[in-house]
């Protein structure tokens, strides 16, 4: 098994696999049309497309707000897929299936299509709920103004390395803009530009910065703890929180403006606090923002297109399976069987139930999905089955469509407001109830600004929904009023510090993300739940997501796909 380290800095590894067909043939799933990778119908399930203003928006205390969530956009939590089992089949079986593959990917989020694109060689299905590609990395384009609809951006990889080959093969070099700035912090309606190495705070305070500065240099350039976390140092560093290992290290008393900070970030990037969280999980995060950031138009939904539409020319290698990409289709049972071949059984959009059989899967969906889908999973892996049993927490996030260009530099802002008023636990997170940070979604242009001079520019608000609870707040009574309300009055204070007026604002877009992070609580590595989910199921279902490790980290999806393409690639010759 290769490290992350390994992966981010390695060799080509399978990114040297090609797209020679292997698909080993079958009938298609009738009555399927084959869409072919040119048709409009087609199209709409790319992670980046083009959508349009709401026509009758809904004013909310005097700013315009699309009526409806992006992202996880399930009606008022009636029809949210995978609450209970959903592989109740009549006369108990699940339809006899009508196809062959190699390779069968569940789940079209980034580690889906990585995963997909790795194996590309054999000719992969992806299945995908939704009605669009790339998960959390989704994004939409307004009259020519890239945005994203959840993750926003990759740190930064080494030249040369596996990470850096696949990124450009799929030609992000072309359009990120790299941002390698500590992040500026409000504090009080001012400014910060870089409190984080103690600039503009008060003298008797700026030794515990500078502690604190050592501290994450140390973390991030000598005992950085690296995936797999299989060190005994990096499983004791599990075992004590975030905050713990963070005041220890300072050894004195940390500045409210700091603590807050580091909160804020804690917030915006795990869902989570820091006295909650994991110091190995937490200093994996935190010190690899020192190596800085690549950005793209549209955060990460840039990326989850490049590889859809990579994968696009599955059809036309191998027209027999087309479309390999397959949205809308809601995987409800994934069984192993004993001659070989896992079964893998889908709803369409009219809940009409499909099946084929695949020599290997990869499950890139979150664990408790996974829960109910895969067939017999507790009684045949009760190890694996307990172990994917973690704490996931939902976030929002608003997009502020803008008239005009951000007038201050910038890439993302944490609003502290007054420091000492930042939630210290989750029983004061719950109360909080606003966004955290503000990134300008319009950081990197992208090579449509040439095209659309006059496109709308775009503030990307994060609202972390740090607590147990809240993915109730997202769905229940009037999600879309409930949220623009209390956006409002922040919103106001955020455009005075940025610089833009109230009347810039063309619409405020909500996405919505219900089941987004896996809480990276202390002790869950040391446990050693991963290497239990990591280890593939019966010996062809293989897994592949963020929430192996309970980070929420492109790069340590990416890690497990290499792993399990690798061995996939072992078993299939």
Known sequence: ????????????????????????????????PVARAGDPQFIATRPLDSVAFDRSPRMIDGFPVRNWFEGDDFNNGLNIPFHSAQNVFPGGEPPEPQEVVDVCVVGGGLSGLCAAYLLRAYNPVVFELHERFGGNARGGVIEGAEF??????????DPGSFLDNIYRDLGLHEVVRIDDD????????????????GMGVPPHDRPAYERYRRLVMHMANVQYPDVPFDEPWMLELDQISFKQHIEDGVGRPIPAPLVAAIQAYCYS??????????????????AAE????????????????AFWQRLTTLDDTDPGHAPHLRAGRRVVDVRVRGDGFTQVTWRDRTDAAYSLLARRVVMCIPKHVSRYVVHEFEERDPAKY?????????????????????????????????PTTFPTNAGEAAGFWRYTDVLDGSFAPGPRAAQYPDRPNVLCLY?????DSGRFDLVLHDPIKTFGSALAPQLRATLKLVGVPESAVREIRFARWGHAMPLAR?????????????RPFEGSVYFVNQDNWALPAVENSFFDAVNAADAIAGDLG
């Open 1 to 32: 098994m290769q490290s992350r380290r390994q992966v981010l800095k390695g060799g080509l590894g399978l990114f040297m696999l090609g797209s020679a067909g292997k698909a080993l043939g079958g009938r298609g799933e009738p009555p399927r």
């Open 148 to 157: 994203t609809l959840g993750s926003a951006y990759v740190i930064t990889p």
């Open 182 to 197: 500590p992040a500026p912090v409000e504090i009080n309606g001012e400014i910060n530009p870089d409190i984080w190495s």
């Open 269 to 286: 990037s795990f869902n989570g606090g820091w006295e909650e969280l994991s110091a190995a999980s937490g200093w994996n995060f935190l």
């Open 290 to 305: 020192e190596f800085g950031r690549w950005v793209f138009p549209g955060g990460n939904a840039w990326m989850a297109d």
């Open 386 to 418: 307990h172990a994917a049993t973690f704490t996931t927490r939902a976030y929002a996030m608003a997009n502020v469509i803008l008239d005009r260009p951000v007038p201050l530099e910038f890439y993302d802002i944490f609003l502290l407001n007054d």
């Open 463 to 467: 609202w972390p929904l740090p607590y």
């Open 522 to 534: 202390v002790g869950f590595i040391a446990s050693g739940a991963p290497q239990e989910l990591i």
